[in-house]
């Protein structure tokens, strides 16, 4: 009877979450938009543009290309959103996960990597060259920074187990509860700070913006992965692009920024969870600014080899030396 | 096993602001051979011309490209000017530089911008634009417009520099003193930028000669040419200009895009060093030889040879040949090279062995001639849609402000 | 003078590299007249008529630059245009032509000596290119920055340039008919019905 009522529960906030996180995601992108364009002396769109791009394209014609491989190329965009979805099933908003004892920080990286491959797949499913050329690079990218998103999870999880804070250690509602700054001496926090460090960097590559937006790179090769699709699909996957960046600010949120208001304000009761439920998306907003908008104001466009070797060679130096920093701290209690 | 596959890079393309077609075959994303065709917009101007007479040709000169309008303009001028012997006033030749060498600074800027978007650093291209609109305002200030000035004609130029002109160009000298510096390290001293840029779309000093590259293509591949030097035309007469190559600021010329960025960039500061010595050097008296268009007309009717005009135009040297027959009203035959024909040529040089991803970039290195009209206005965040009436109204209001109540306000609106 | 007669005919076996180790702005700059002096000695006949333009500018008025309006025969253009490497490497700026009746005379636009203040020397080469037989040589060996001129006027006027590897349309629409020549002012010019007449 219990069980029936949780799994109920489950649903009914399940959803009620995504339908705010579709919400908030694109509203997080409009305010996006908006501070990239200040930073650029510009006015910028209204904060409800992209709501407004996504209605305007559901009403739009979809077009699936003759020499298209119709079931992938319509099949991609819907297999992006949901896995994208997904992920935010098993991310603490405030302390707890809906979804949270089912899956840890590893099934949210892959379902990260999923999107992207689902993505690429679609690009390839589309028969132009171009949409080809963009795949490839997808591809190459995600290969490149998940050595290093890699090893700042594991590192991340290893500090969790040795240290001993509560809950398991993959599991992201162990880092929401407990801040993992405080589980590190000195030399610890500066190793991670060099897993922030890598994570700023990882991040616009997993989303596909700011100096890593190769394989859409608009001035190149036409938006590349996306240049096929139209309509129903293209809203899809503008949408993804949206919640792409959305899920992993709250990833790293609740990795990194476990700040409870509550515990500053130092209120108890009920309205913990309210107010670090409210909190939460104060604190996504500000890494999204930082990781998202600031970063891909302030830089170029690299190419793919220039990209791939910056991840290979300097993120992934930059992960390890954080990663022997925790140790060396850890080792040394 | 290697196959490669060949892409279109245009006719129409985000990257592109004219419309040309670039075919790479493409190994990955290595470009194994190119083939460029343009085309896509051929007017036939001048064709046209064949219908007109020698003053109506200036104005249809002007609108061979938007950015570059004085160039042409000017060049057809000296050309007729070459074979009907008329003797321009120095006052004129100082005001004719005045401008060619403002159109010098805002095609600088202007491409400045475009190379920064190609690469993906829309920061600096908003910075860029932003910088640009100033010499726009005093083109504006000038003529009433911010491109197609209408400035030049036969034996002089139409417009006179005013003492408030004079002031708004000296602001402005002072402003990018200022302002265009930061730019400049934003952009050369971008890890990003730089890894874009340095050996990209590289043109050798050998080929730059053969194939008769000019402009900030040849000065930045190490060639110290420039036309206002080897043949001083106008006011370069008095005011002396050394062309500028990387080689004297850097370690060496490569010949690259970010050598040619460079070299655009050094370029505006010369510029503004040249447009000041104009204003200084401004001599008195009348600012065109002959007022009266239908005298002009008349005695263009007699003249009868062929005229060759070449002058530095922002992307390389301009040339325009014309030739008018006694009795007829009209241009019997006109020719008109933009420095982008010259340089073209290279593009298949300078695509070897480079990326897809460098593709737009080279192509937009050499400064493709564009016709760039764009304009528009924001009045806070809801301006609404404004109706072609209502932006001309505005656009009138603006140059009337300009005029009435100073250079400051229009600029710091 | 006997120097320079031998000149061209070993320059003509030599590869663009070599050509080139000559820098393109030769040091020493030639004075025009004695450029005109030397080219009419060297090619007689060859030089149908040679004019020397000056060009006045500045508060002194002074001459600036000189160009040389140069018309040559069919068969001198090449040898000419060979001989100018002897002075300097030429910068090529673009052919112009005009169709005169019976022949259709083609002015290419040259410059040499960009080194000095003043230096510079534009020479226009006029042919005179004679219907009965539209070719010319092309000097895209010596030159390969004169390929779109050359593809240009090929496709406007209709003048074959032997030698000249791509002869593929350059401005024109890919389905163009050929056998229109856009500047011609004769049977193989635009007719009145494919022109279009613009208010």
Same mark, same amino acid.
């Given at each position: 009877?219990?069980?029936?009522?949780?799994?109920?529960?489950?649903?009914?906030?399940?959803?009620?979450?995504?339908?705010?996180?579709?919400?908030?995601?694109?509203?997080?992108?409009?305010?996006?938009?908006?501070?990239?364009?200040?930073?650029?002396?510009?006015?910028?769109?209204?904060?409800?543009?992209?709501?407004?791009?996504?209605?305007?394209?559901?009403?739009?014609?979809?077009?699936?290309?003759?020499?298209?491989?119709?079931?992938?190329?319509?099949?991609?965009?819907?297999?992006?959103?949901?896995?994208?979805?997904?992920?935010?099933?098993?991310?603490?908003?405030?302390?707890?996960?809906?979804?949270?004892?089912?899956?840890?920080?590893?099934?949210?990286?892959?379902?990260?990597?999923?999107?992207?491959?689902?993505?690429?797949?679609?690009?390839?499913?589309?028969?132009?060259?171009?949409?080809?050329?963009?795949?490839?690079?997808?591809?190459?990218?995600?290969?490149?920074?998940?050595?290093?998103?890699?090893?700042?999870?594991?590192?991340?999880?290893?500090?969790?187990?040795?240290?001993?804070?509560?809950?398991?250690?993959?599991?992201?509602?162990?880092?929401?509860?407990?801040?993992?700054?405080?589980?590190?001496?000195?030399?610890?926090?500066?190793?991670?700070?060099?897993?922030?460090?890598?994570?700023?960097?990882?991040?616009?590559?997993?989303?596909?913006?700011?100096?890593?937006?190769?394989?859409?790179?608009?001035?190149?090769?036409?938006?590349?992965?996306?240049?096929?699709?139209?309509?129903?699909?293209?809203?899809?996957?503008?949408?993804?692009?949206?919640?792409?960046?959305?899920?992993?600010?709250?990833?790293?949120?609740?990795?990194?920024?476990?700040?409870?208001?509550?515990?500053?304000?130092?209120?108890?009761?009920?309205?913990?969870?309210?107010?670090?439920?409210?909190?939460?998306?104060?604190?996504?907003?500000?890494?999204?600014m930082i990781f998202v908008t600031l970063m891909r104001t302030s830089f170029g466009r690299l190419k793919i080899w220039q990209a791939s070797q910056f991840y290979v060679m300097r993120v992934a130096g930059l992960s390890l030396t954080g990663m022997i920093l925790l140790s060396l701290d850890i080792m040394a209690r | 096993m290697s196959t490669t596959y060949t892409i279109p890079v245009g006719p129409v393309h985000v990257g592109l602001k004219e419309p040309v077609t670039a075919w790479l075959e493409l190994d990955g994303e290595r470009i194994v051979s190119a083939r460029v065709r343009p085309g896509a917009i051929h007017r036939g101007i001048e064709f046209?011309?064949?219908?007109?007479?020698?003053?109506?040709?200036?104005?249809?000169?002007?609108?061979?490209?938007?950015?570059?309008?004085?160039?042409?303009?000017?060049?057809?001028?000296?050309?007729?000017?070459?074979?009907?012997?008329?003797?321009?006033?120095?006052?004129?030749?100082?005001?004719?530089?005045?401008?060619?060498?403002?159109?010098?600074?805002?095609?600088?800027?202007?491409?400045?911008?475009?190379?920064?978007?190609?690469?993906?650093?829309?920061?600096?291209?908003?910075?860029?634009?932003?910088?640009?609109?100033?010499?726009?305002?005093?083109?504006?200030?000038?003529?009433?417009?911010?491109?197609?000035?209408?400035?030049?004609?036969?034996?002089?130029?139409?417009?006179?520099?005013?003492?408030?002109?004079?002031?708004?160009?000296?602001?402005?000298?002072?402003?990018?003193?200022?302002?265009?510096?930061?730019?400049?390290?934003?952009?050369?001293?971008?890890?990003?930028?730089?890894?874009r840029m340095r050996n990209v779309g590289v043109l050798t000093r050998e080929d730059a000669v053969c194939y008769s590259a000019t402009g900030p293509t040849a000065r930045a591949s190490g060639l110290r040419v420039d036309l206002r030097k080897s043949s001083p035309y106008e006011a370069y007469a008095d005011i002396p200009v050394e062309p500028v190559v990387p080689q004297d600021y850097f370690d060496a010329a490569r010949g690259d895009v970010l050598d040619r960025f460079a070299v655009r960039v050094l370029e505006v500061y010369q510029s503004l060093d040249i447009l000041e010595k104009a204003l200084d050097g401004l001599p008195e008296g009348p600012f065109v030889a002959e007022p009266n268009l239908n005298k002009v007309l008349v005695s263009l009717k007699k003249a009868e040879g062929t005229g060759w005009g070449i002058i530095e135009a922002p992307r390389g040297d301009d040339t325009h040949a014309v030739h008018l027959k006694g009795g007829d009203d009209n241009v019997f035959w006109w020719k008109v090279r933009a420095p982008t024909y010259a340089n073209a040529v290279s593009w298949p040089v300078m695509f070897r062995g480079n990326e897809l991803a460098d593709a737009p970039l080279i192509i937009n290195s050499i400064d493709p001639c564009i016709s760039c009209m764009e304009r528009m206005m924001v009045t806070g965040s809801s301006a609404g849609v404004v109706t072609k009436a209502e932006l001309l109204k505005r656009c009138r209001q603006k140059t009337f402000d300009l005029k009435a109540r100073g250079f400051e306000r229009g600029v710091e609106r | 003078?006997?120097?320079?007669?031998?000149?061209?005919?070993?320059?003509?076996?030599?590869?663009?590299?070599?050509?080139?180790?000559?820098?393109?702005?030769?040091?020493?700059?030639?004075?025009?007249?004695?450029?005109? +002096?030397?080219?009419?000695?060297?090619?007689?006949?060859?030089?149908? *008529? %040679?004019?020397? #333009? /000056?060009?006045? $500018?500045?508060?002194?008025?002074?001459?600036?630059?000189?160009?040389?309006?140069?018309?040559?025969?069919?068969?001198?253009?090449?040898?000419?245009?060979?001989?100018?490497?002897?002075?300097?490497?030429?910068?090529?700026?673009?052919?112009?032509?005009? +169709?005169?009746?019976?022949?259709?005379?083609?002015?290419?636009?040259? *410059? %040499?000596?960009? #080194? /000095?203040?003043? $230096?510079?020397?534009?020479v226009v080469c006029t042919v005179r290119v004679p219907k009965s037989d539209l070719s010319l040589p092309s000097i895209f060996d010596l030159l390969p920055g004169s390929e779109y001129s050359e593809r240009e006027t090929r496709e406007m006027f209709g003048v074959d340039f032997a030698g000249l590897p791509n002869k593929a349309l350059v401005f024109l629409p890919e389905d163009w008919n050929e056998e229109i020549k856009p500047w011609r002012r004769d049977a193989a010019g635009p007719a009145p019905e494919l022109v279009r007449e613009l208010s």
């Open positions: 009877m219990t069980s029936i009522f949780i799994l109920c529960l489950k649903i009914f906030v399940g959803v009620a979450l995504l339908a705010l996180v579709v919400v908030l995601a694109l509203l997080f992108d409009g305010a996006d938009r908006i501070v990239h364009a200040r930073m650029q002396r510009r006015v910028g769109p209204p904060l409800l543009q992209p709501v407004y791009d996504i209605v305007k394209l559901m009403g739009k014609e979809n077009i699936v290309p003759r020499r298209a491989s119709r079931f992938f190329f319509t099949l991609a965009p819907w297999l992006a959103l949901v896995v994208t979805l997904m992920i935010f099933l098993y991310i603490p908003v405030g302390s707890r996960a809906v979804l949270g004892t089912e899956g840890d920080m590893i099934l949210i990286v892959y379902l990260l990597a999923m999107g992207g491959v689902v993505m690429a797949v679609g690009g390839f499913a589309g028969g132009n060259p171009i949409a080809n050329i963009g795949a490839g690079r997808e591809v190459t990218l995600m290969m490149s920074y998940e050595f290093p998103l890699a090893m700042v999870i594991s590192t991340m999880a290893w500090v969790a187990y040795r240290s001993g804070m509560p809950g398991p250690p993959f599991s992201l509602e162990t880092f929401a509860s407990v801040s993992v700054w405080k589980a590190v001496g000195e030399v610890g926090d500066v190793g991670l700070v060099c897993l922030f460090l890598s994570l700023v960097f990882i991040v616009p590559g997993e989303i596909g913006k700011g100096p890593m937006d190769i394989p859409e790179a608009k001035t190149e090769i036409l938006d590349g992965l996306i240049i096929e699709y139209s309509g129903v699909n293209l809203a899809l996957l503008k949408l993804t692009f949206a919640l792409r960046s959305f899920a992993i600010s709250t990833f790293v949120t609740s990795l990194f920024v476990p700040v409870s208001l509550a515990g500053l304000l130092g209120v108890g009761g009920f309205f913990v969870a309210v107010f670090d439920f409210l909190f939460f998306w104060v604190k996504v907003f500000i890494v999204q | 046209m011309a064949r219908e007109r007479n020698p003053i109506q040709v200036i104005y249809l000169s002007e609108r061979i490209c938007g950015i570059c309008s004085f160039s042409h303009v000017m060049c057809f001028i000296r050309a007729v000017e070459d074979l009907a012997n008329l003797s321009v006033p120095v006052r004129a030749q100082y005001i004719r530089t005045l401008v060619l060498e403002l159109e010098r600074v805002h095609s600088h800027l202007l491409w400045a911008g475009v190379a920064c978007y190609t690469i993906g650093f829309d920061s600096a291209f908003h910075l860029g634009m932003q910088l640009r609109e100033r010499v726009m305002d005093v083109l504006e200030l000038l003529s009433g417009n911010r491109v197609n000035y209408g400035v030049a004609t036969f034996g002089g130029v139409r417009w006179d520099v005013t003492p408030q002109l004079d002031k708004a160009i000296r602001e402005m000298i002072r402003y990018y003193r200022r302002e265009f510096t930061p730019f400049r390290e934003i952009v050369m001293e971008d890890p990003v930028a730089q890894a | 003078m006997t120097e320079k007669t031998e000149k061209p005919r070993e320059r003509r076996g030599m590869s663009l590299a070599d050509r080139l180790s000559v820098s393109r702005f030769a040091k020493t700059t030639v004075d025009c007249g004695v450029l005109s +002096d030397a080219l009419r000695t060297r090619f007689g006949d060859g030089i149908v *008529s %040679l004019e020397v #333009r /000056e060009h006045k $500018g500045g508060r002194a008025d002074e001459v600036q630059s000189r160009d040389l309006w140069v018309e040559v025969t069919p068969e001198t253009f090449r040898p000419f245009v060979e001989e100018l490497f002897a002075y300097d490497f030429v910068n090529f700026h673009v052919i112009s032509g005009n +169709d005169g009746g019976d022949d259709v005379a083609l002015n290419y636009h040259f *410059s %040499l000596f960009q #080194r /000095e203040r003043g $230096g510079r020397i534009g």
